[in-house]
């Protein structure tokens, strides 16, 4: 089966410019997450749907980021305007339910300078 | 928040040898999860340990959760050069949000 598909792979953009990822999840899948992983440290859940609906967004920057899941498919994430901290990947993973094992995108790596 | 964090930080071990790393957390959990991370494959779940189970094993890997001690611990035997990667743990809050903990870089030298 094919795996979760994110784009793009880099973006490098200025502050206070806005940014946009793509994540396609695995076909079937219920659940979508969407990860922050700065430099050496483990990923930060930014948001997690369930089907079209937002399970927790609690440590999700809502001044600046969003996140929409439209059709309970694919799902997009935005930052506006963006920040030299938000520098980091970010992860898109899918899962079949709620507590099941996570399947990883390859992430976008965002560089913000 | 920090849930989980991994103990050592680093482990540097010759091909052949077991590797062991081990996770601490703070609330109860429903289950918790162990990752890889390295520069070819991403994040790659390892296994998953539910709060009632005491010990799985998947191929070379061992995972033991211990719940009176908020702890688990996952054992790579006879390691090879590819198993060098960052290992993470990932716990729920008894919730359906889970988190993951700083990791353990493991190198295995060939």
């Known amino acids: 089966e094919a795996g979760v598909a994110q784009s793009p792979r880099y973006k490098i953009i200025e502050k206070r410019q806005s940014v946009a990822f793509w994540c396609n999840p695995i076909s079937g899948h219920a659940t979508l997450y969407w990860y922050q992983q700065i430099l050496g440290q483990g990923p930060k859940l930014l948001i997690q749907?369930?089907?079209?609906?937002?399970?927790?967004d609690s440590q999700l920057p809502k001044d600046r980021f969003s996140a929409e899941r439209l059709k309970g498919v694919d799902s997009t994430l935005k930052i506006q305007p963006a920040k030299l901290e938000d520098s980091a990947v970010y992860l898109c993973?899918?899962?079949?339910?709620?507590?099941?094992?996570?399947?990883f995108g390859p992430g976008t790596r965002l560089t913000v300078t | 928040s920090q849930q989980g964090e991994e103990d050592p930080q680093a482990l540097s071990i010759q091909e052949g040898e077991n590797a062991t790393m081990n996770c601490s957390y703070k609330t109860s959990i429903n289950n918790l999860q162990w990752y890889r991370q390295n520069s070819g494959r991403g994040l790659v779940h390892l296994i998953l340990i539910r709060s009632n189970e005491r010990e799985k094993h998947s191929g070379r890997l061992r995972v033991t959760l211990d719940t009176s001690k908020k702890s688990s611990s996952l054992l790579i035997t006879a390691s090879r050069a590819a198993d060098t990667a960052s290992y993470f743990c990932?716990?729920?809050?008894?919730?359906?949000?889970?988190?993951f903990g700083t990791g353990t870089r493991l190198k295995v030298l060939a």
């Open positions: 749907f369930q089907n079209n609906g937002v399970v927790d």
């Open positions: 990932a716990t729920d809050e008894g919730t359906y949000k889970y988190i």
């Open positions: 993973a899918s899962s079949r339910a709620l507590v099941h094992e996570q399947y």
